[in-house]
């Protein structure tokens, strides 16, 4: 099939790649000439792993191509809309401008017949919103397939995804039972788009557009419910002398439970977790449906104040001032396996104590060129050797594979106190404490603060 995709970033540019290695001709169009120049030279304009080894195949076989101009997705029977839907600067509600403005651009290149599908993550009502856009072509066929990708795995969620989820007017009895031709159409062009994953046994759930527009939002919200709930949870271990990392492990024995994202920390950021939760507040005070957004207010509060108690047992660490210490900070990406600062909670948290009189050093394998111009009162460093030198205090807050593998004695030489703050409780604690640090996490336990400095073996 030809098929065009509208929006070449994180998930643009993954999924345009990914059809190109089913065998699908496809154009990526985005406004932007720079990203679209350094696509089109196989370099992703991110750092997603998997995806510039994809980009360069599909150009290669030259099933993959890119273009600034929607004219480009001209001969496409599918075209997929995954734009940008960020927070809006007003209100927690997702700003939906970038969607309007594809589709209407979109619409004089459409063919008859054509299917135009979103995938971007939006909020109840956004497809009766497009109708409108699309109704001068009645001939246009209107359906919904979200999207389930991680950062730092979208190559493998694209091409082994849990499940598909098809959008259709009508639902499953219109597709099915009724089999009404606008639910079989776009039922039909999925099916072919997606016949590698679907041969291979990739479940596929037929649903109606509510159903379809919600289903993101909602598992993340579910997501968001159950980190929020555990840092909750290791904050009342510190308070009763309680080990969160073997609570977790007990409550993730339990099937109902399960294990998966039940790990204390920092909390999550990114430029898609936080906005969906808010948009799904948003959504649900519209709706009248209070419960739900009371409790995203919550998992949102809990989720925030991880990073004030970081910063709070940093002082703690510190002797109860951070003015004028010496501090490094592991991380700045807001997860490993990405450059994305979008939201990130260990730059938020390195910005806080700098702005207690911190003098603070990050570093990242990936993020440090994204980082230095937003964060000018931060000081970045690409070594992670260079930026322990000297450091009063460590604060592991991205946990990056290298971080975890760090040695404890090499790093003791470079610093210049042992004490490190493990914000995600990512480090084998007692594998350091052996070779003379103090190690704090989130809901592992308190320090003796009083007897920290004459303790910690100083360099």
Known sequence: MKVSVIGCGYL???????LASMGHTVVGI??????VEQLARGAAPFH????????????????????????????????????????HKTSDAADLTYLVSAAEALLPHLAAGAV??????????????????????????????????????????????????????????????????????????LDAVYEPLLAAGIPRLVCNFATAELIKSAANAYLATKV????????????????????????????????????????????????????????????????????MR???????????????????????SLAGRSLTVLGASFKPDTDDIRDSPALDVADRLAAAGAHVTVTDPKAVNHAWRRYPRLRFEASTERALEGAELVLLLTEWDE????????????VRR????????????????AAGWVVRGLGTGSCEVQALESSVPQR
Request: charged share 20%; glycine share 14%; hydrophobic share 45%.
């Open 12 to 18: 643009g540019a993954v999924h345009a790649a990914t």
């Open 30 to 35: 985005d406004v932007d000439p720079g990203k």
């Open 48 to 87: 997603e792993p998997g995806l510039d080894e994809l980009l360069q195949d599909g150009l290669a076989t030259g099933r993959l191509t890119f273009a600034t101009t929607p004219a480009a997705a001209k001969g496409a029977q599918v075209h997929f809309l995954c734009v940008g839907t960020p927070q």
């Open 116 to 189: 135009v599908v979103g995938k971007s993550t939006v909020p109840v009502g956004t497809v009766d919103m497009l109708r409108g856009v699309l109704a001068a072509r009645p001939d246009v066929l209107l359906g919904w397939n979200p999207e389930f990708l991680r950062q730092g795995t979208a190559v493998k969620d694209s091409l082994v995804p849990d499940r598909l989820v098809y959008g259709v007017d009508g639902g499953r009895a219109a597709a099915f039972n009724l089999r009404t031709e606008a639910a079989l159409g776009v039922t039909a062009a």
């Open 228 to 295: 929020s709930f555990i840092n909750a949870m290791a904050e009342l271990c510190d308070a009763s002398g309680a080990d969160v990392a073997e609570l977790s492990e007990a409550m993730g024995m339990d099937p109902r439970i399960g294990g998966r994202y039940l790990h204390a920390g920092l909390g999550f950021g990114g430029g898609c977790l936080p906005k969906d939760i808010r948009s799904f507040r948003s959504q649900a005070s519209a709706l009248g449906v209070a419960a739900v957004d009371d409790w």
């Open 298 to 320: 919550l998992v949102d509060s809990v989720n925030l104040g991880q990073r004030e108690r970081t910063v709070s047992l940093a002082a703690e660490l510190c002797g109860g």
């Open 403 to 414: 971080y975890r593998g760090l040695s404890p004695a090499a790093t003791g030489g470079l």
């Open 418 to 433: 042992r004490v490190v703050l493990d914000a995600r409780n990512a480090l084998d604690a007692v594998a350091w404490q």
